[in-house]
């Protein structure tokens, strides 16, 4: 049965502030900023309180405060300057605390009145490409080292999912503006990992493209069917752990004889597994591969 993580080492703190260890140390021995608990080990950890603390610190030091001049200040003074100086400089960085926190506590409360908080001044897609994106990338560091679980991941991943798509579904009760391409979104086979590729299909229909999202774990046979009702379709897949590294160009090729059946359709794919492919190979005019989400969207 999960519990929600009350207790932290202090390479945690570290990996979810961004403060290194030894300064954490510095802080808690010469200010008294902290008062971690000892093991029997005399291993120090931290509760959900000093976390707390330790990540408003974070934001006032990286605000030009003084170490010692927050040391001196109250417990209630330190959230209370920190609601304060939260500005379009600052706000980034406080949301992904409070995503954070969030994310730790299973607590989506949270994570909406953040969410409602930025959206109050930002376009979904300005959240996305400075929050969300930021955390998704932290996510992976926290998880190898242990400080999160992946059930954490996953719950902070459909949060952010079901944003997506609720704004999908608001754009598309209006008519595609844009007909001359088709756009088919997919994953693999053995491909789960959706995040990305439901953004994709959001910002293609926000651009007025018609799009198909057909998700997860798709056999390329099944892919072919489209051709009987389109003619120059975009098939657009992310490559997360699927297909592996050996079995890329394999894919490939299979791909190409399909695309042989609709001469001006063509692959994009994206993703982890197709990082080191570069300019190696050739692959066609029918196959591109982009770096990133944005290389893809600022194509269009």
């Given at each position: 049965m999960n519990s929600v993580k009350t207790s932290f080492s202090i390479r945690d703190m570290e990996n979810?502030?961004?403060?290194?260890?030894?300064?954490?140390?510095?802080?808690?021995?010469?200010?008294?900023?902290?008062?971690?608990?000892?093991?029997?080990?005399?291993?120090?950890?931290?509760?959900?309180?000093?976390?707390?603390?330790?990540?408003?610190?974070?934001?006032?030091?990286?605000?030009?405060?003084?170490i010692s001049k927050i040391a001196k200040m109250g417990e209630e003074k330190i959230p209370v300057l920190v609601n304060e100086i939260i500005s379009e400089k600052s706000e980034k960085s406080h949301a992904l605390n409070?995503?954070?926190?969030?994310?730790?506590?299973?607590?989506?409360?949270?994570?909406?009145?953040?969410?409602?908080?930025?959206?109050?001044?930002?376009?979904?897609?300005?959240?996305?490409?400075?929050?969300?994106?930021?955390?998704?990338?932290?996510?992976?560091?926290?998880?190898q080292t242990n400080t999160i679980s992946?059930?954490?991941?996953?719950?902070?991943?459909?949060?952010?999912?079901?944003?997506?798509?609720?704004?999908?579904?608001?754009?598309?009760?209006?008519?595609?503006t844009k007909k001359d391409e088709v756009f088919v979104l997919f994953l693999p086979e053995n491909e789960i990992h959706e995040l990305g590729l439901l953004y994709i299909n959001y910002q293609l229909a926000l651009q007025g493209y018609k799009t198909i999202y057909l998700g997860q774990t798709m056999p390329i046979e099944s892919l072919e069917d489209l051709l009987k009702y389109y003619n120059n379709i975009r098939f657009v897949s992310y490559f997360t752990v699927a297909p592996t590294k050996d079995e890329i160009d394999d894919y490939f090729e299979r791909f190409r004889e399909v695309l042989k059946k609709s001469p001006g359709s063509k692959l994009y794919v994206l993703g982890h597994q197709i990082q080191e492919i570069g300019e190696q190979k050739p692959l066609g005019d029918s196959i591109k591969?982009?770096?990133?989400?944005?290389?893809?969207?600022?194509?269009?």
């Open positions: 979810l502030s961004g403060i290194k260890a030894h300064t954490i140390r510095i802080w808690e021995k010469r200010y008294n900023l902290f008062s971690p608990e000892r093991t029997d080990t005399n291993i120090r950890t931290y509760n959900l309180e000093s976390l707390q603390k330790l990540l408003n610190v974070t934001l006032l030091y990286n605000n030009g405060y003084k409070s995503l954070k926190l969030s994310m730790l506590n299973f607590d989506q409360s949270l994570f909406l009145r953040t969410y409602n908080s930025l959206m109050e001044e930002k376009s979904f897609t300005q959240i996305f490409n400075e929050v969300f994106i930021p955390l998704l990338n932290e996510l992976g560091l926290l998880w992946p059930a954490h991941e996953h719950f902070i991943s459909n949060l952010i999912k079901q944003k997506i798509y609720i704004h999908t579904e608001k754009l598309q009760f209006e008519s595609p591969i982009f770096k990133s989400i944005n290389h893809l969207i600022d194509t269009f």
